[in-house]
């Protein structure tokens, strides 16, 4: 024993030692960086090659890997996401400099920015129940309770107490009241939330309770007054607009709104999880809400922050979380799945089918006032277009063009509602069917010929549109592909001139602005390849009644049904009948929007199932599928769930407990 005790002394002692002349030991004239010194000389070149060696390894470890950039450099627990942004007509990379939350966007981070600065009232959406069935349900936000005094028709909303404002001032119903009125004031019509609320009456109960109806006339002076109010069948969906701050939006005008030229526009001020903290040329950032109040089971985000870094395409993005400048990027095209697939550092996390919305490829079935077709002529034949449903391979298109990535679709309601009709009609793969209806409308292969004639020796030919993207050109190609099989040529090159053969090079589609601009509004197309969202409801009154095909409507294709009913004339003159003649469609989408819900759900279950056989038998639209979206994370993002994720920035329902290591 006594020996260890002396060997554990002299120990200490030689600690102390070291530690007292450390100077000299490692600096010295006979330190060991003397000696290593020493060495290193007499073994040149070959101790450069290898300190060469040395140097690669440590800058690879450490700057090679994607995660560290983002990740290693990152002790603020800010989360950075790449967004696509692309370039202005001087090849200037764009930015966002307003978020409007009373106007609808197509561009993807105003959504999102939205989506998390602000909150509707309730949040309504499909719902999976035990048996696998899904269920409309509607969840409470910034409401904290919905009493139904008429279905469809009236409803008092309660608010929760004790929400606050980013700017620190009380939420209370003055808030929601100002939110309604500024979106009543608004002139345009392009939009079935503004459209609705106008048609609408509400009155405050309370500080924190406020009460909505429809209303039977302009001079209507209460929610009381009228017991026959318009049934809005999907009144809950409509009413699920962002509330704004009353002290921020009160003397507002409609020129403001549209242009968003209002400091509410540029510096954002909502109640959601996290609140706006800067923007710049590069970017824009926003930081966690400390004051949300989060349910029992819930709690504050892991991520203090959000920051939305600017890219001008998807390629220098996909770099960007390559190489560990981002977290996170989100991605309708599935451009570079394969390639992202293969990298170890990056989790893919696929959404849930976004069975509200849809593609389809719409014929342009307008007419001049002089009752000429304004698309293919061949167009206008029923027959012609249930054949060229028929001749195009959903699987295909699923499979090949969008990498898996997609559910097939029937028609304009998702299979998950109860109001979906598969036994309606809608066209499948079936070319065999195809070529036979072509040939009976006297569309013919003659001879050695490859494109099908008529009588009068016409090609069947027509141009597809679509805004230029890798995954649009993809779905294009096979939709090319598959008619040309049956005699149909598709021009998927607006360069190529009608009759002239494709060229090698890929196919140059539009930009999303030309698209809208020059194809859409003045209908100016013959086939168009375009996404669609739809409600959970199954009212489609928006997008296949015959007043919806001028634009701004979304009767795309113009739509006119051809079933014909009658209904009684309004503002009837003299000599006219009492009844006049219109599309069966029309009739029954006007009707039907207007049931009760609650008493009546056997009419409109029935009058849907109707509605969707009179669009399957004109088939005005080739319905191809659901999308789904990409989202690349890096793999030190964990606990993401797109569990129930609707659209593309609903990706941020369940960001609290997202971790970020």
Same mark, same amino acid.
């Given at each position: 024993m006594?020996?260890?005790?002396?060997?554990?002394?002299k120990l200490i002692y030689s600690l102390r030692d070291f530690f007292w002349d450390y100077p000299? &030991?490692?600096?010295?004239? %006979?330190?060991? $960086? @003397?000696?290593?010194? /020493?060495?290193?000389?007499?073994?040149?070149?070959?101790?450069?090659?290898?300190?060469?060696?040395?140097?690669?390894?440590?800058?690879?470890?450490?700057?090679?890997?994607?995660?560290? &950039?983002?990740?290693?450099? %990152?002790?603020? $627990? @800010?989360?950075?996401? /790449?967004v696509v942004m692309g370039t202005d007509a001087n090849g200037h990379l764009q930015r966002v400099n307003k978020v409007n939350p009373i106007l609808p966007t197509n561009i993807q981070l105003e959504k999102d920015l939205v989506s998390l600065i602000y909150e509707p009232l309730i949040k309504y959406e499909y719902v999976q129940q035990s048996d696998g069935a899904w269920q409309p349900q509607v969840n409470n936000v910034l409401a904290s309770d919905v009493i139904k005094i008429k279905e469809g028709s009236d409803y008092q909303f309660n608010l929760r107490r004790g929400v606050r404002w980013h700017d620190d001032t009380e939420f209370n119903a003055?808030?929601?009241?100002?939110?309604?009125?500024?979106?009543?004031?608004?002139?345009?019509?392009?939009?079935?939330?503004?459209?609705?609320?106008?048609?609408?009456?509400?009155?405050?109960?309370?500080?924190y309770s406020i009460r909505l109806c429809t209303k039977g006339s302009d001079s209507q002076a209460s929610c009381n007054e009228s017991k026959d109010n318009p049934i809005f069948s999907n009144f809950l969906e409509l009413v699920s607009i962002s509330i704004v701050p009353a002290h921020k939006i009160t003397n507002l005008t409609e020129t403001q709104v549209n242009n968003s030229d209002a400091d509410i526009f540029r510096y954002p001020v909502g109640t959601g999880k996290y609140r706006f903290y800067s923007a710049d040329n590069q970017s824009v950032t926003l930081v966690k809400n400390n004051d949300y109040i989060y349910s029992l089971n819930d709690h504050s985000p892991h991520i203090s922050s959000i920051q939305f870094k600017y890219y001008t395409s998807l390629e220098d993005a996909v770099k960007s979380i390559k190489n560990g400048e981002s977290h996170s990027l989100a991605s309708i095209s599935v451009e570079y799945k394969n390639e992202l697939e293969k990298n170890t550092n990056i989790s893919i996390n696929l959404s849930p089918v976004l069975d509200n919305q849809y593609w389809g490829m719409y014929f342009n079935l307008k007419k001049d006032p002089e009752g000429n077709a304004k698309g293919p002529a061949f167009f206008q034949n029923a027959k012609v277009r249930k054949a060229i449903s028929s001749a195009i391979s959903r699987y295909e298109i699923i499979e090949n063009a969008l990498l898996g990535v997609g559910d097939e679709a029937f028609g304009p309601i998702t299979q998950k509602s109860a109001f979906f009709n598969k036994n309606a009609g809608w066209s499948t793969y079936d070319p065999d069917k195809a070529e036979k209806l072509l040939d009976e409308e006297g569309w013919t292969l003659k001879g050695n010929q490859k494109i099908r004639t008529n009588d009068k020796g016409e090609e069947m030919s027509f141009s597809l549109y679509f805004v230029n993207s890798f995954d649009r050109v993809n779905v294009a190609r096979v939709i090319q592909k598959n008619l040309e099989d049956i005699g149909i040529r598709v021009i998927i090159d607006r360069r190529q001139m009608p009759g002239q053969d494709a060229s090698e090079s890929?196919?140059?589609?539009?930009?999303?602005?030309?698209?809208?601009?020059?194809?859409?509004?003045?209908?100016?197309?013959?086939?168009?390849?375009?996404?669609?969202?739809?409600?959970?409801?199954?009212?489609?009154?928006?997008?296949?009644?015959?007043?919806?095909?001028?634009?701004?409507?979304?009767?795309?294709?113009?739509?006119?049904?051809?079933?014909q009913t009658v209904r009684p004339r309004e503002n009837r003159k003299e000599g006219e009948s009492s009844l006049e003649t219109l599309p069966k469609v029309d009739r029954?989408?006007?009707?039907?929007?207007?049931?009760?819900?609650?008493?009546?759900?056997?009419?409109?279950?029935?009058?849907?199932?109707?509605i969707q056989t009179l669009i399957a038998e004109d088939a005005p639209v080739t319905f191809l599928y659901h999308p789904q979206f990409l989202y690349y994370t890096n793999t030190s993002v964990t606990k993401v769930d797109l569990a129930n994720v609707a659209t593309v920035e609903d990706r941020f329902r369940n960001i609290q407990n997202w971790e970020l290591n």
């Open positions: 006594p020996n260890i005790f002396n060997s554990l002394e000299e &030991k490692l600096f010295g004239d %006979n330190s060991l $960086k @003397t000696k290593f010194a /020493a060495i290193y000389r007499l073994s040149v070149p070959y101790s450069h090659f290898l300190a060469g060696i040395a140097a690669f390894a440590l800058i690879f470890i450490v700057f090679g890997n994607t995660r560290y &950039k983002a990740i290693i450099n %990152n002790p603020t $627990k @800010t989360l950075v996401e /790449a003055d808030d929601v009241i100002a939110t309604l009125n500024l979106v009543a004031s608004l002139s345009r019509t392009d939009n079935a939330y503004i459209k609705a609320i106008k048609q609408m009456k509400w009155e405050k109960v309370g500080d890929s196919p140059s589609g539009w930009s999303l602005d030309e698209i809208n601009r020059e194809v859409l509004a003045p209908r100016s197309f013959d086939a168009i390849l375009y996404g669609m969202n739809t409600f959970i409801d199954p009212d489609r009154f928006e997008l296949f009644h015959s007043s919806q095909s001028v634009d701004p409507g979304l009767n795309i294709s113009s739509y006119v049904g051809s079933a029954l989408l006007e009707i039907t929007r207007t049931f009760d819900p609650s008493t009546a759900s056997q009419e409109r279950a029935s009058n849907y199932a109707e």
